[in-house]
């Protein structure tokens, strides 16, 4: 929890062999039973929601506190999200139900983005599973990442669509740090706000990739000033540059502004 990440996530799907899973459940709620040990939220990633060993899970974490949120993975409907809202409103601690992110990595998934964004559920984040995505595809998964346009476009937009977060796909070569940066530059490109780590070693470059830079919010900065500017001799549109600038390229730089503050000091 001290490299800097904005979450951790408690993992009970991939990570845990089938007659672990009981036991993985109970140590990690005595690990949350105590006090945080950093800032990062801490999460909880359920196996799929409908199999046996997730609804075990839901089961078991539905009563209990300790934890920010809960990591959905293998989501294709937004059923499945009403399903779990739905059992922590009815748990002993009636009408708690936790953020959720549900993890988008199925051709099904992508085609229903909007669809699980807009859920009658706490979404708070949507996260890519490039990986799964690529290998029901039957495509390899490249560095130029063409094969994923059209799926980070869709999960892009539909968070935005309903103001919650996009959460770029795990980069799994472990070694190289200057091909990760370059993934987290594209998704950032698409409009993914942040991206999900397997290695400690990964957050210094993707913390810097997706924190606004200091470029970028003195460039923030002049144009809200600008705006304000013009605003305040009845003008709704004024020059900066060679840039035009008016309310959508405020909102953006109020965007950038707000980002950079939530990041200070981290």
Do not use: W
Not at 157 to 168: K, P, R
Request: aromatic content about 6%.
């Amino acid at each position: 929890m001290s490299a800097g990440a904005d979450a951790v996530a408690f993992d009970l799907e991939d990570g845990v062999e089938a007659a672990q899973k009981e036991r993985a459940r109970a140590l990690i709620a005595g690990f949350l039973s105590g006090p945080a040990s950093s800032e990062a939220l801490r999460l909880v990633r359920f196996n799929p929601v409908g199999t046996p060993a997730g609804d075990g899970d839901l089961a078991f974490f539905r009563d209990l506190d300790g934890f920010d949120g809960i990591l959905l993975p293998k989501v294709e409907t937004p059923g499945t999200l009403e399903t779990v809202a739905r059992a922590f409103a009815s748990g002993r601690k009636a009408g708690r139900v936790p953020p959720l992110l549900p993890l988008l990595e199925s051709p099904r998934a992508i085609l229903h983005a909007a669809d699980i964004a807009a859920a009658a559920a706490p979404v708070a984040a949507l996260l890519f599973g490039a990986e799964d995505l690529t290998a029901r595809l039957g495509v390899p998964r490249t560095v130029d990442g063409e094969e994923l346009v059209v799926a980070r476009g869709q999960i892009a937009l539909a968070a935005a669509a309903v103001g919650a977060e996009a959460v770029d796909a795990v980069f799994t070569n472990l070694d190289d740090l200057a091909l990760l940066r370059r993934d987290c530059e594209r998704g950032r490109a698409f409009g993914f706000r942040g991206k999900m780590a397997i290695h400690p070693k990964q957050v210094a470059v993707i913390n810097e990739v997706f924190t606004p830079s200091d470029a970028d919010v003195e460039r923030a900065r002049r144009v809200v000033e600008a705006y304000e500017a013009a605003r305040a001799v009845g003008e709704g549109v004024t020059r900066m540059g060679d840039q035009m600038v008016e309310l959508p390229i405020v909102e953006r730089a109020r965007r950038t502004l707000a980002l950079a503050a939530r990041y200070a000091g981290r």
